[in-house]
C-alpha cells in the first residue's frame, strides 16, 4: 500500500473527535453523476480497473465467470485542508480519483472479485471533516448528497447490470455509512432481499436496532444477513465510545458473534503496503464490547503504529479471510437456491 497514502489515512480517519471545523456550505456543489458513463464507476466488470487485480498469482480473479455481483462503496478519501473546496468531492477530480483507484479500490474492492462482478461507483463523498460538523443541517445536506449518488448508482445497477443475479453489499468506513442507509431504503423488507447474499458493514457502527427484519450473521455459511466489525489494539477505544452498547461486532476470523479470542493463526492472509504479498498470521481477533480488538499485528515494522485505531486495516488485515468468506457464502446461497428450485419443481 502506498505508504503516504497510509501515513495520511491513518492521522486523519483517527481523528474524527479532534478535527477542526471549517465554515462552508454546499452552494458551490459538483455536478452530479452519470453512471451510464463508465468514467462514473471506480471499478466496473466492464472496464479495466484496480478491481480486477490480486495480490499474488496464485489467486484468480473470477468476475468474467462469476454468478455474482458485488456493489462495494467505498470509505472516505476526500482529506487534508479543505479550504475552499466544497463539502462534497467532485467526481471529474482526476487526482481524487487517482487516490481511490490507488488505494481503496485496489486495497480493499479487489477483495471481492473471486467472489463476483465488482461494481464500485465514484460519489460525491463528503469531506472528511463533515463528519465532525457542529452545524447538524449543514452536515445532513452534505452527506445527503454522497448518499444520493450512491443510491443512483445501485438503482442504475439494479436496473441495467443485475439481471436477478445474487447481491454481495460491501462498504467501509463513509461508504458504510451510506450502505447501511441503502440497505434498509431499497433492501431490507422489499423483494431485493431475497438476493441478498451477504453485506460487509465495516468501519462504521451498525447498532443492533438498526434493521428491522435484516439479522446479523451467525455462522460464516449465513445468507441473506450482514456482518460489521471496527478495529482496534487490545485495551483500547474511540474517545467517543460508549460501554455497555448495542453494536454489532462480527469476528472476521470465525465469523460468529462469540467473544471467545480467535488466534491470528487462523488469519489466511492480510494484504498491507506491498500489494503484491499476502502475509500470513499478521492479526488475531476478540469481540469486546462493540470493537474488535486485537494485539498490535505482526508484520515488519509493526513497531511504528503508535496509534491504537486500526481503521485503516479493518479489511486489509483480514484480506484473505474476507476474500474466501466471500466466495464460500456466494456457493452456500446458490446451493440454496438450487436446492429451492429443484422443490418448486417437484
Given at each position: ?6 501515513s495520511?489515512?491513518f ?5 474524527h ?6 465554515a ?7 455536478a452530479?453523476p452519470?453512471?451510464a458513463n ?7 466488470p466492464?472496464k ?5 487485480r ?5 489467486l ?6 462469476a454468478?455474482?455481483?458485488v ?12 479550504g475552499?473546496?466544497?463539502w462534497?468531492?467532485?467526481?471529474d ?5 487517482k487516490?481511490?483507484d490507488?488505494?481503496?479500490i485496489?486495497?480493499?474492492a ?19 471533516s ?31 447490470y ?6 454481495i453489499?460491501a ?8 450502505a447501511k ?9 422489499k ?20 434493521f428491522?427484519?435484516l439479522?446479523?450473521?451467525e455462522?460464516?455459511?449465513d ?16 474517545t ?11 469476528n472476521?476470523l ?8 480467535a ?12 500489494f ?7 492479526a488475531?481477533a476478540q469481540?469486546?464490547?462493540g470493537?474488535?480488538?486485537?494485539d498490535r499485528?505482526?508484520?515488519s515494522g509493526?513497531?511504528l503504529?503508535?496509534?491504537?485505531n ?16 466471500a ?10 437456491a ?9
Amino acid at each position: 500500500m502506498n505508504p503516504r497514502w497510509i501515513s495520511v489515512l491513518f492521522v486523519v480517519l483517527i481523528a474524527h473527535a479532534g478535527l477542526s471545523q471549517p465554515a462552508g456550505d454546499t452552494d458551490r456543489l459538483p455536478a452530479a453523476p452519470d453512471y451510464a458513463n463508465m468514467n462514473h464507476w471506480a471499478a466496473s466488470p466492464f472496464k479495466a480497473d484496480n478491481a480486477d487485480r490480486t495480490p499474488t498469482d496464485t489467486l484468480r480473479d473470477h468476475q468474467s465467470t462469476a454468478p455474482a455481483d458485488v456493489f462495494f462503496l467505498h470509505p472516505t478519501i476526500y482529506t487534508g485542508k479543505r479550504g475552499n473546496r466544497p463539502w462534497n468531492g467532485a467526481i471529474d477530480d482526476a487526482k481524487l480519483n487517482k487516490k481511490v483507484d490507488e488505494s481503496t479500490i485496489l486495497y480493499q474492492a479487489s477483495i471481492f472479485n473471486g467472489a463476483g462482478r465488482v461494481f464500485a461507483p465514484r460519489y460525491r463523498q463528503a469531506h472528511l471533516s463533515a463528519y465532525t460538523l457542529k452545524d447538524r443541517d449543514l452536515q445532513r445536506d452534505v452527506f445527503d448528497i454522497a448518499y444520493q449518488d450512491v443510491r443512483a448508482a445501485f438503482e442504475y445497477y439494479l436496473q441495467h447490470y443485475n439481471e436477478g443475479r445474487p447481491i454481495i453489499i460491501a462498504s467501509h468506513s463513509q461508504g458504510t455509512t451510506h450502505a447501511k442507509r441503502l440497505l434498509r431504503d431499497l433492501v431490507e423488507g422489499k423483494a431485493l432481499q431475497a438476493q441478498l447474499v451477504v453485506a460487509y458493514l465495516v468501519g462504521i457502527a451498525v447498532e443492533a436496532d438498526y434493521f428491522q427484519t435484516l439479522q446479523p450473521c451467525e455462522t460464516p455459511d449465513d445468507t441473506g444477513c450482514f456482518v460489521s466489525w471496527r478495529a482496534w489494539r487490545r485495551g483500547h477505544s474511540p474517545t467517543y465510545h460508549i460501554k455497555n452498547n448495542n453494536i454489532i461486532v462480527t469476528n472476521p476470523l470465525t465469523w460468529t458473534r462469540t467473544t471467545d479470542p480467535a488466534s491470528r493463526d487462523l488469519n489466511k492472509g492480510a494484504v498491507l503496503r506491498k500489494f503484491n504479498k499476502v502475509l500470513p498470521a499478521v492479526a488475531e481477533a476478540q469481540i469486546h464490547d462493540g470493537l474488535l480488538w486485537l494485539d498490535r499485528p505482526n508484520f515488519s515494522g509493526s513497531f511504528l503504529l503508535r496509534n491504537p485505531n486500526y481503521h485503516i486495516g479493518d479489511f486489509n488485515l483480514y484480506y484473505m479471510n474476507v476474500r474466501l468468506n466471500a466466495m464460500h457464502r456466494v456457493q452456500v446461497f446458490l446451493e440454496g437456491a438450487n436446492g429451492e428450485n429443484r422443490a418448486d419443481n417437484n
